[in-house]
T-cell receptor
């Protein structure tokens, strides 16, 4: 158990819908990262928050957004869902994003299926 | 250009044998970190081992060791005395000091045979 929690574990929804994925980082970790894992794209970095502020953006679509709340939990919002958004979404957390050796610990993931 | 290359899409190894999973990387940043993660069929990503670019010694964590050859930009994972529970997907990853995200390779699927 990494200490990172994600809810829900599974999500099945229809095209055009909007969903929210939730992540609670490990106790003491200030940084939260979101990744998408799909069969064709592999593991792709989406976005990072550090202590409530957006820190870095990766291959995140405009239909996707995220935020980190004062209690440091984070939510990833996916809207106007398409079939291709079906993937495993991971949240990871780390203590201090400023160090290159800062290990990211991953949550169990949320498996999103868009029908 | 691909920054992390894992050339072995799949491997079959007999139980109790040692196994080496290959990883090469590409960066011009002198300060970076290299990571290996394990993803069993259940889906979670499990951190295994870390190697910093300035670390003089190869990292070890129990049965896992990282064979770090900086000049060759190679960071191979060695699993000693493999077990059936080692069957999983293994990802090599890198984080550069100028960037906060981790870049992952495409992974190697390891099958341990009884």
């Amino acid at each position: 158990d990494s200490g990172v929690t994600q809810t829900p574990k599974h999500l099945i929804t229809a095209t055009g819908q909007r969903v929210t994925l939730r992540c609670s980082p490990r106790s003491g970790d200030l940084s939260v990262y979101w990744y998408q894992q799909s069969l064709d794209q592999g593991l792709q970095f989406l976005i990072q928050y550090y202590n409530g502020e957006e820190r870095a953006k990766g291959n995140i679509l405009e239909r996707f957004s995220a935020q980190q709340f004062p209690d440091l939990h984070s939510e990833l919002n996916l809207s106007s869902l398409e079939l291709g958004d079906s993937a495993l979404y991971f949240c990871a957390s780390s203590v201090d994003a400023s160090r290159s050796f800062d290990t990211q610990y991953f949550g169990p993931g949320t498996r999103l299926t868009v029908l | 250009a691909q920054k992390i290359t894992q050339t072995q899409p799949g491997m079959f190894v007999q139980e109790k044998e040692a196994v080496t999973l290959d990883c090469t990387y590409d960066t011009s940043d002198p300060s970076y970190g290299l990571f290996w993660y394990k993803q069993p069929s259940s889906g979670e990503m499990i951190f295994l081992i870390y190697q910093g670019s300035y670390d003089q010694q190869n990292a070890t964590e129990g049965r896992y060791s990282l064979n770090f050859q900086k000049a060759r930009k190679s960071a191979n994972l060695v699993i000693s005395a493999s077990q059936l529970g080692d069957s999983a997907m293994y990802f090599c990853a890198m984080r550069e000091s100028r960037d906060d995200k981790i870049i992952f390779g495409k992974g190697t699927r390891l099958h341990i045979l009884p």
